[in-house]
């Protein structure tokens, strides 16, 4: 694999970062993010056919055992126990988010962040793509009103930092990356059920719903 | 050694809390795990002050701050632990929980008690993380104990903003790893960025900082970043907010201090000076306001928390004199703002409210909780002879020659808090109680908790000890 490889696996992600920020259907939300954890442990993989380090091939799969596998099920099940099938509306308007996104995309290119795009020159149009993914996956969390598009946000958020982290050389020990997949997994069920659990109580998943702490 | 007997003590109390079928089994594990945990924490603490950095193995290493932070959560996690079981046996005799919620509660509050230790132990910025964004996990459930619609709100928002949070806080963490590239298996220590620190790009190190104090800066609660914070610690079972209020802020607050020093190494220490005093001040000003018109007795405890983070972020701004005492304001803040909780959760059983405008005449109705509370709110919004006001007064003094303005804006919105809180708490204390409460304490071990953590709070105002005298010294010339 080369670096347009890479570029187009990176492509993958910001793409479906941005389908996040536009698609109504949950069921399509949940397999988007699976789609980007797939394209993510692609990248990963890629390293593993470089150096050959076996505990390496073992992350790749229990990512993709995690993130692109259970995951979606599990949102797909919550979709489906409470016929969740279109996610809430945003706060702003598809034409309002398409220029935040223009914005915050061309942010991550600008002159005032290039340290950061520069971390790897090699990699600065990489790095640019990966750190816009990030902004962007924040404003989905920050735009969106529904719990699961809350919950997709903040894994997408983590999966740009993931990609950055790869791209710009910053990856940890394979322990501990395994560390943080097992706190990934245990925030997915924490976060599942407690949606789920918000869904019973207020008959939604539309965190605008949610007016009892006014005192 | 030490952190292996807290780990295992605590980890067989969370194994009791999901196997055992009586109910006292799991009050006296997690009882038990407190007190090896509190002895475990005083032995690691006498060692750090006698012999420097403790590195127990490759994943640990406990150095002063993080010695007198390990102090603190041992002991308000005693008293929280010991106050748990009266407090929740009140709750069943109400027939608000039964023995299944009693077991998870404990299971929970062991496992938030083992993180925090892990977090303030580890030897890594990412094994700290994952054990700061476990605090998060095993502490939602406990938010939305009550199962009601509001806690539920509240376990949402916490979730979520302190997610992100961590997020960002995680990815400032690896941007500081751009300069240590040669690291054999991976593990990058506090001590190899300190070392490395000298080889970051300021700019980096700027952008590094800036994404740390925001991301863990909203686990700490400093404002704009505290509004998960009034609604979670109001929201949870009060030895819960106790330990969210007096403790967990403290832990993540370490970690910022802990990116704070390989900052000043890689740069000089005035651009994270200036970055906490903005935010201390702004907490300050915040909770201010918001405390002199709150209507909640437990949300004015949080915000009175807003505010302690505010007024530690000023003593670490203003340095000098101001991290000695920003240090001795945190274990002050613990012990009272965990004794208030404490002492409130002792009222909510008795009014069954936590709005202010319900409860009158506590000083007739609960005569020693009342008292407690009195004590604790002197204490807290910096009455001599407690220790607060001592530090208030360091922290401004340290100010008022480099940063006048902020030192006096300072000054003046903690006599807004002093008002509010002393209006909010004469209304509660003084006054006829209804006539449908009963005088009289509900049990004895809801007030010991509480006091002891108050005498501890006031003798270590009249003399800190050699050995954490030492400890806090070292902090403060780092």
Same mark, same amino acid.
């Given at each position: 694999?080369?670096?347009?490889?890479?570029?187009?696996?990176?492509?993958?992600?910001?793409?479906?970062?941005?389908?996040?920020?536009?698609?109504?259907?949950?069921?399509?939300?949940?397999?988007?993010?699976?789609?980007?954890?797939?394209?993510?442990?692609?990248?990963?993989?890629?390293?593993?056919?470089?150096?050959?380090?076996?505990?390496?091939?073992?992350?790749?799969?229990?990512?993709?055992?995690?993130?692109?596998?259970?995951?979606?099920?599990?949102?797909?099940?919550?979709?489906?126990?409470?016929?969740?099938?279109f996610?809430?509306?945003?706060?702003?308007?598809?034409?309002?988010?398409?220029?935040?996104?223009?914005?915050?995309?061309?942010?991550?290119?600008?002159?005032?962040?290039?340290?950061?795009?520069?971390?790897?020159?090699?990699?600065?149009?990489?790095?640019?793509?990966?750190?816009?993914?990030?902004?962007l996956?924040?404003?989905?969390?920050?735009?969106?009103?529904?719990a699961?598009?809350?919950?997709?946000g903040?894994?997408?958020?983590?999966?740009?930092?993931?990609?950055?982290?790869?791209?710009?050389?910053?990856?940890?020990?394979?322990?501990?990356?395994?560390?943080?997949?097992?706190?990934?997994?245990?925030?997915?069920?924490?976060?599942?059920?407690l949606?789920?659990?918000?869904?019973?109580?207020?008959?939604?998943?539309?965190?605008?719903?949610?007016?009892?702490?006014?005192? | 050694?030490?952190?292996?007997?807290?780990?295992?003590?605590?980890?067989?109390?969370?194994?009791?809390?999901?196997?055992?079928?009586?109910?006292?089994?799991?009050?006296?594990?997690s009882?038990?795990?407190?007190?090896?945990?509190?002895?475990?924490?005083?032995? #690691?603490?006498?060692?750090?002050?006698?012999s420097?950095?403790?590195?127990?193995?490759?994943?640990?290493?406990?150095?002063?701050?993080?010695?007198?932070?390990?102090? #603190? #959560?041992?002991?308000?996690?005693?008293? @929280?632990?010991?106050?748990?079981?009266?407090?929740?046996?009140?709750?069943?005799?109400?027939?608000?929980?039964?023995?299944?919620?009693?077991?998870?509660?404990?299971?929970l509050?062991?496992?938030?008690?083992?993180?925090?230790?892990? @977090?303030?132990?580890?030897?890594?910025?990412v094994?700290?993380?994952?054990? !700061?964004?476990?605090?998060?996990?095993?502490?939602?459930?406990?938010?939305?104990?009550?199962?009601?619609?509001?806690?539920?709100?509240?376990?949402?928002?916490?979730?979520? !903003?302190?997610?992100?949070?961590l997020?960002?806080g995680?990815?400032?963490?690896?941007?500081?790893?751009?300069?240590?590239?040669a690291?054999?298996?991976?593990?990058?220590?506090?001590?190899?960025?300190?070392?490395?620190?000298?080889?970051?790009?300021?700019? #980096?190190?700027?952008?590094?900082?800036?994404?740390?104090?925001?991301?863990?800066?909203?686990?700490v609660?400093?404002?704009?970043?505290?509004?998960?914070?009034?609604?979670?610690?109001?929201?949870?079972?009060?030895?819960?907010?106790?330990?969210?209020?007096?403790? %967990?802020?403290?832990?993540?607050?370490?970690?910022?201090?802990?990116?704070?020093?390989?900052?000043?190494?890689?740069?000089?220490?005035?651009?994270a000076?200036?970055?906490?005093?903005?935010?201390?001040?702004?907490?300050?000003?915040?909770?201010?306001?918001? !405390?002199?018109?709150?209507?909640?007795?437990?949300?004015?405890?949080?915000?009175?928390?807003?505010?302690?983070?505010?007024?530690?972020? %000023?003593?670490?701004?203003?340095?000098?004199?101001?991290?000695?005492?920003?240090?001795?304001?945190?274990?002050?803040?613990?012990l009272?703002?965990?004794?208030?909780?404490?002492?409130?959760?002792?009222?909510?059983?008795?009014?069954?409210?936590?709005?202010?405008?319900?409860?009158?005449?506590?000083?007739t109705?609960l005569?020693?909780?009342?008292?407690?509370?009195?004590?604790?709110?002197?204490a807290?919004?910096?009455?001599?002879?407690?220790?607060?006001?001592?530090?208030?007064?360091?922290?401004?003094?340290a100010?008022?020659?480099?940063?006048?303005?902020? @030192?006096?804006?300072?000054?003046?919105?903690?006599?807004?808090?002093?008002?509010?809180?002393?209006?909010?708490?004469?209304?509660?204390?003084?006054?006829?109680?209804?006539e449908?409460?009963?005088?009289g304490?509900?049990?004895?071990?809801?007030?010991?908790?509480?006091?002891?953590?108050?005498v501890?709070?006031?003798?270590l105002?009249?003399?800190?000890p050699?050995?954490m005298?030492?400890l806090?010294?070292?902090?403060?010339?780092?």
């Amino acid at each position: 694999m080369n670096l347009l490889t890479t570029s187009l696996l990176l492509d993958i992600v910001f793409l479906t970062i941005i389908f996040l920020n536009f698609s109504r259907k949950n069921v399509q939300v949940a397999y988007a993010y699976g789609l980007q954890s797939l394209a993510i442990a692609a990248i990963m993989f890629k390293a593993y056919l470089e150096t050959g380090s076996q505990p390496l091939l073992m992350l790749v799969v229990i990512i993709v055992a995690i993130k692109v596998i259970a995951a979606p099920i599990f949102f797909v099940r919550l979709v489906r126990k409470h016929n969740l099938a279109f996610s809430v509306s945003t706060y702003m308007n598809i034409p309002l988010s398409l220029i935040v996104l223009a914005a915050l995309t061309s942010l991550s290119s600008s002159r005032q962040l290039a340290p950061l795009v520069n971390l790897v020159p090699a990699n600065s149009a990489l790095l640019s793509i990966a750190f816009s993914g990030l902004l962007l996956s924040l404003f989905s969390i920050v735009n969106g009103k529904g719990a699961l598009s809350h919950i997709i946000g903040v894994l997408s958020l983590e999966n740009s930092i993931v990609v950055f982290a790869l791209l710009a050389g910053l990856e940890q020990s394979v322990g501990l990356q395994l560390g943080i997949i097992f706190d990934i997994f245990t925030w997915i069920v924490v976060a599942t059920m407690l949606a789920s659990m918000i869904y019973e109580h207020f008959g939604s998943t539309d965190v605008s719903d949610m007016q009892h702490l006014k005192d | 050694m030490e952190i292996l007997i807290i780990t295992l003590s605590l980890a067989a109390a969370i194994l009791v809390g999901g196997m055992a079928k009586q109910r006292k089994n799991v009050e006296i594990a997690s009882v038990a795990a407190g007190i090896v945990s509190f002895a475990a924490s005083i032995s #690691i603490a006498l060692r750090v002050s006698a012999s420097g950095t403790y590195a127990p193995s490759a994943f640990f290493s406990i150095d002063a701050l993080g010695a007198i932070v390990i102090l #603190i #959560i041992s002991c308000v996690g005693l008293a @929280a632990t010991a106050y748990s079981v009266p407090y929740l046996r009140a709750e069943t005799e109400k027939h608000i929980i039964g023995f299944k919620r009693v077991r998870q509660y404990f299971m929970l509050l062991n496992l938030f008690i083992a993180a925090m230790y892990v @977090a303030v132990a580890a030897s890594s910025p990412v094994l700290a993380w994952i054990a !700061i964004e476990m605090t998060t996990l095993s502490t939602v459930f406990l938010i939305s104990f009550y199962n009601k619609p509001a806690s539920m709100e509240a376990a949402w928002k916490y979730l979520i !903003i302190n997610s992100i949070g961590l997020l960002l806080g995680f990815f400032g963490a690896l941007l500081y790893f751009t300069s240590t590239n040669a690291l054999g298996d991976g593990l990058v220590s506090w001590q190899s960025l300190l070392v490395n620190a000298s080889h970051l790009d300021p700019l #980096i190190v700027k952008i590094a900082f800036i994404f740390v104090l925001v991301g863990y800066g909203t686990k700490v609660g400093l404002a704009p970043m505290h509004t998960w914070l009034p609604d979670a610690h109001s929201k949870a079972p009060v030895p819960v907010s106790a330990l969210l209020s007096g403790v %967990l802020l403290n832990v993540a607050f370490v970690i910022i201090l802990r990116f704070k020093y390989v900052t000043d190494a890689s740069i000089g220490p005035a651009f994270a000076q200036n970055l906490l005093m903005t935010l201390g001040i702004l907490s300050i000003f915040i909770a201010s306001l918001i !405390i002199l018109t709150q209507k909640n007795y437990k949300r004015l405890l949080a915000y009175s928390s807003v505010e302690n983070m505010g007024i530690i972020a %000023l003593g670490f701004g203003f340095g000098g004199l101001g991290v000695f005492a920003a240090i001795l304001h945190m274990i002050y803040h613990s012990l009272l703002k965990s004794a208030l909780f404490l002492s409130s959760g002792t009222i909510f059983l008795k009014f069954s409210s936590t709005k202010i405008a319900r409860i009158r005449g506590v000083m007739t109705a609960l005569p020693v909780t009342g008292i407690l509370f009195f004590v604790g709110f002197f204490a807290i919004t910096g009455a001599p002879p407690f220790g607060v006001f001592y530090t208030k007064l360091s922290i401004l003094t340290a100010g008022i020659a480099s940063h006048p303005v902020i @030192a006096i804006a300072a000054l003046a919105f903690m006599a807004l808090v002093f008002v509010g809180f002393f209006q909010h708490a004469t209304a509660m204390l003084f006054g006829d109680k209804p006539e449908e409460i009963e005088t009289g304490e509900r049990s004895v071990w809801l007030i010991v908790p509480p006091l002891v953590l108050l005498v501890i709070a006031f003798g270590l105002s009249l003399h800190v000890p050699q050995f954490m005298y030492g400890l806090i010294n070292e902090i403060a010339s780092k």
